[in-house]
């Protein structure tokens, strides 16, 4: 589904694209008949089914979509609370669900049989990797550039004992399937001592040792002034938010817009003013350093 415009009343409004309506049925389908996510992502990629952004679609957000209203016909409102405090975690669990005015793609059968299944499995406790892996995102993909991410296998031993192995793999792979990129796993240890060696040689290497610190120097003078530049932007950038907020409260009072637009424009500029507060917070760690 995607917004249109109508530049009558400037109202936005949700039309059904087939193309994409066909991927979110089959993800409902697909999670109905007992598949997990990773397949899910799997089969839509393998399909050559895209994102609005025409990227491979992500576990995340296949996770998304089988939990949002709007493939029933429903809209929602005020889905994030407290965003000027809470930042990231700021999703609200029960946010205002109103019945749209655009189609439904999804059978409430069908919802309401995922919504339960979903309901069942967020029950179960998180996976937890015990140990530590420093290199996670730091190693990359020799394939796509990816970041690698944590991955376990069980092996079973001739004596009929079970063996767990951890790997770093390809963070595309895991989170986007075999269409996107392969495992190209490779076993913790040997990954780890193989940086650790490399990291004592060149730390032992006085010279080597004096070039960096130099550098970082450098590249942290250079990360300062860049800072500085991006909160003088940052600041304008908030003004001109505090401003559409204001005139979007003045609209709604003089009856130029319905409290449907209202409200998702509260929305749209709420989520604006939350990912500015994010960077604005990010940009501070910066500056104050010496």
Known sequence: MEGTENHG????????VERKAEAVRLMFQLYASGKGYKAIVGRI??????????????VAQIKSILTNPVYIGKVRYDVRRDW???????????????DGKHEA????ELWEQVQFM?????????RIYDGEYPLTGILKCPQ?????????????????????LTYYACGNWKNKGTTVCHSNMVRVEKANTFVYNQLDKLLSDEKFFKEVVGRVNREHRILKENAIKEREVQEKSLEKIKVRQQRNHELYED???SREEFLTRREELNRQLCELREKQ????????LN
Do not use: H, W
Request: charged share 30%.
């Open 105 to 108: 793609i999804i059978s409430e």
């Open 255 to 257: 009856s130029e817009i």
């Open 118 to 126: 979903i309901s069942q499995k967020n029950g179960k406790p998180a």
């Open 45 to 58: 990629n393998r399909e050559v089914y895209r994102t609005k952004l025409d990227n491979a679609f992500s």
């Open 84 to 98: 000027n405090e809470k930042r990231r975690n700021n999703i609200n669990p029960n946010p205002i669900v109103a």
């Open 9 to 16: 009343r400037r109202k936005s409004r949700l039309e059904v």
């Open 281 to 288: 917070t990010e940009t501070s760690m910066v500056i104050p």
């Open 144 to 164: 796509c550039g990816a970041g690698m991410v944590i991955s376990r296998t069980t092996n079973r031993n001739k004596d009929g004992s079970k063996q767990k």
